[in-house]
């Protein structure tokens, strides 16, 4: 079959346009941010030697010009900021109490329904499950395999093996595990490794990703799975930053291994853990492409995420999937708080 250029022209031109854009806006950054910035450091440096060559005093800084010279490269944050953040927060919060079309207010229908619905209580539930289970699981074995594998042979080559699953995406990882849980027909050749190992022990295979409330549990595998990894790096840095004194201190005063965990290791990491939790806390309440990929949400392994963008796009209750929406962010709000506030007492102590 040959390439027919003429028929595919207008791609190429739209690829032309693109790459044409992307340099004008790469090299706009970087005359703002670079060539700019050096002009005006280059002029007071001038006028600077000039003052000083003449006997003048020297020219002072004009407060005025510098807070709009900061404005200036502010400005194009607090624009995107506006436009992707702020506007799009205040309309869904709107439309939450707004009905499917969003042209009559309901008042807080659609939040009533959330709390009186089954499935939407299922979705709940899973939710509450996920954010219990995955940032304690996930960071008990980032730290298990941190401790571990702290000093020990080839501690590089086994950081990077368990540290790799965050290089896959949430959507590449989900297709890897649902082919761990494939099933196939009683008597076939089973391809799922999970039911090969059931089949080996002389045990029937099952549909895994089809029975509540294992299949939510499954999927959590997934997300541990990914995120140990994370957890491991973290925390493995604040072993390592534990000062060598106190550590040495503690071993001759006689303490065991296991003391030496919980009374040394664990005070000295408790910042480093309280980052992991909190981190993998947030990453689980937006949890969307492991149950969108895996199971679509069928099987009561729906989550709020997944939940609120079946019923603003699939359904077209955006009334109902802003509602969800603006739960999910009152959700995110008191871990973002207590985060902050750790942050404000470490840097203050």
Same mark, same amino acid.
């Given at each position: 079959?040959?390439?027919?250029?003429?028929?595919? &022209?207008?791609?190429?031109?739209?690829?032309?346009?693109?790459?044409?854009?992307?340099?004008?806006?790469?090299?706009?950054?970087?005359?703002?941010?670079?060539?700019?910035?050096?002009?005006?450091?280059?002029?007071?440096?001038? &006028?600077?030697?000039?003052?000083?060559?003449?006997?003048?005093?020297?020219?002072?800084?004009?407060?005025?010009?510098?807070?709009?010279?900061?404005?200036?490269?502010?400005?194009?944050?607090?624009?995107?900021?506006?436009?992707?953040?702020?506007?799009?927060?205040?309309?869904?919060?709107?439309?939450?109490?707004?009905?499917?079309?969003?042209?009559?207010?309901?008042?807080?229908?659609?939040?009533?329904?959330?709390?009186?619905?089954?499935?939407?209580?299922?979705?709940?539930?899973?939710?509450?499950?996920?954010?219990?289970?995955?940032?304690?699981?996930?960071?008990?074995?980032?730290?298990?395999?941190?401790?571990?594998?702290?000093?020990?042979?080839?501690?590089?080559?086994?950081?990077?093996?368990?540290?790799?699953?965050?290089?896959?995406?949430?959507?590449?990882?989900?297709?890897?595990?649902?082919?761990?849980?494939?099933?196939?027909?009683?008597?076939?050749?089973?391809?799922?490794?999970?039911?090969?190992?059931?089949?080996?022990?002389?045990?029937?295979?099952?549909?895994?990703?089809?029975?509540?409330?294992?299949?939510?549990?499954?999927?959590?595998?997934?997300?541990?799975?990914?995120?140990?990894?994370?957890?491991?790096?973290?925390?493995?840095?604040?072993?390592?930053?534990?000062?060598?004194?106190?550590?040495?201190?503690?071993?001759?005063?006689?303490?065991?291994?296991?003391?030496?965990?919980?009374?040394?290791?664990?005070?000295?990491?408790?910042?480093?853990?309280?980052?992991?939790?909190?981190?993998?806390?947030?990453?689980?309440?937006?949890?969307?492409?492991?149950?969108?990929?895996?199971?679509?949400?069928?099987?009561?392994?729906?989550?709020?995420?997944?939940?609120?963008?079946?019923?603003?796009?699939?359904?077209? &209750?955006?009334?109902?999937?802003?509602?969800?929406?603006?739960?999910?962010?009152?959700?995110?709000?008191?871990?973002?708080?207590?985060?902050?506030?750790?942050?404000?007492? &470490?840097?203050?102590?």
């Amino acid at each position: 079959m040959e390439f027919d250029f003429a028929a595919e &022209q207008p791609k190429f031109l739209m690829l032309m346009y693109g790459l044409v854009a992307f340099v004008a806006v790469v090299g706009g950054l970087l005359l703002l941010l670079d060539v700019v910035p050096a002009w005006f450091a280059r002029r007071r440096e001038e &006028q600077i030697l000039a003052a000083s060559a003449s006997g003048a005093p020297l020219p002072r800084r004009r407060k005025a010009r510098e807070g709009v010279f900061a404005l200036f490269f502010l400005l194009p944050t607090l624009l995107l900021l506006t436009i992707g953040l702020v506007v799009p927060a205040i309309r869904t919060t709107l439309l939450s109490f707004m009905n499917a079309s969003g042209n009559d207010w309901v008042g807080l229908r659609n939040y009533g329904w959330m709390f009186s619905e089954d499935s939407i209580v299922r979705v709940l539930i899973n939710t509450l499950i996920w954010v219990l289970l995955v940032p304690l699981v996930a960071t008990s074995f980032g730290l298990l395999y941190a401790v571990m594998v702290d000093k020990a042979r080839l501690e590089a080559v086994a950081k990077s093996l368990i540290f790799l699953p965050m290089a896959i995406s949430f959507v590449g990882a989900s297709i890897i595990w649902k082919f761990v849980y494939a099933y196939r027909g009683e008597g076939q050749e089973q391809i799922g490794l999970l039911n090969q190992i059931v089949v080996s022990l002389g045990g029937e295979p099952r549909q895994w990703l089809l029975d509540s409330p294992l299949n939510t549990l499954l999927l959590i595998v997934i997300m541990v799975w990914i995120q140990a990894g994370f957890a491991m790096v973290v925390l493995s840095a604040a072993i390592k930053a534990i000062p060598a004194d106190i550590v040495e201190a503690a071993r001759l005063d006689g303490v065991t291994p296991w003391q030496m965990f919980w009374q040394i290791t664990m005070p000295s990491i408790r910042p480093a853990l309280i980052v992991v939790v909190v981190t993998l806390s947030i990453a689980t309440l937006k949890v969307f492409d492991i149950v969108r990929t895996s199971t679509n949400g069928n099987y009561d392994t729906s989550v709020i995420a997944n939940e609120m963008y079946n019923q603003a796009f699939r359904y077209g &209750q955006n009334g109902q999937g802003s509602a969800l929406a603006v739960f999910l962010f009152i959700l995110v709000i008191p871990i973002v708080i207590y985060q902050i506030r750790n942050l404000r007492q &470490q840097r203050e102590g």
